[in-house]
């Protein structure tokens, strides 16, 4: 059954702390996002990857990292950087000629 | 800079009637133009969407149109149901870049 799994569900960080969220897709798609939700924010684009060792700077980005070293992965370092890492994360796929996104089921960040 | 507006952060409708959700974009690029329902605490999943080439697209009780001219999209839901109740992203792209508003909640009440 293929689809996108994100993991944690649920991750606590503490001040000071960098904490990676997973992201893997088990549907062979190129292009991976990472999203952040807040509230009355919609979806906000963070950081994207067109192909495996290669990714761009959303709108976002700062205060996070990316890593595509295998096109099933694509993991994002929340860093001691981002001064407002609580949010809600969504991570998508998305493959051409397939038009919408297949989106994980998030991952709640709070910082403690 | 918010190229994708949703001016409605909330909706209530009766059970059985017509919903009707709103979406304003900016960027006369834009060539596709996608709904998503959201339920709390999981990802937006697919509902309905539309090329630039058209300007309607129905699925079931679900259509979408898009005027072009005024930049203006809208999803009817007809007849609501309160299984329908959530979150509903407006999203448009161009190439892979994909844009999102900031949702509008429905409820529909029995």
């Known amino acids: 059954d293929g689809g996108i799994t994100q993991s944690p569900k649920y991750l606590f960080r503490k001040e000071g702390q960098n904490v990676t969220l997973s992201c893997e897709q088990n549907l062979n798609h190129d292009a991976m996002y990472w999203y952040r939700q807040d509230p009355g924010q919609g979806l906000r684009l963070i950081y994207y990857s067109q192909i495996v060792n290669d990714f761009q700077k959303g709108d976002i980005a700062e205060g996070y990292s990316v890593s595509r070293e295998k096109k099933e992965s694509f993991p994002l370092t929340v860093t001691s950087a981002q001064k407002n890492p609580t949010a809600f994360y969504l991570c998508a796929s998305f493959e051409r000629g397939n038009y919408g996104y297949t989106f994980g089921s998030g991952t709640r960040l709070t910082v403690v | 800079d918010q190229q994708v507006k949703q001016n409605s952060p909330s909706l209530s409708v009766q059970e059985g009637r017509i919903s009707i959700l709103n979406c304003d974009y900016t960027?006369?690029?834009?060539?596709?133009f996608l709904w998503y329902k959201k339920y709390p605490a999981e990802g937006p999943t697919f509902l309905i969407s539309i090329s630039s080439i058209k300007d309607k697209n129905e699925d079931g009780r679900f259509t979408v149109f898009l005027n072009k001219s005024a930049k203006h999209l809208s999803l009817h839901i007809v007849p609501s149901q309160p299984g329908d109740s959530a979150v509903y992203f407006c999203?448009?792209?161009?190439?892979?870049?994909?844009?999102f508003g900031a949702g509008t909640r429905l409820t529909v009440k029995p």
């Open positions: 960027n006369s690029m834009f060539d596709y």
């Open positions: 999203a448009a792209s161009l190439n892979n870049d994909m844009r």
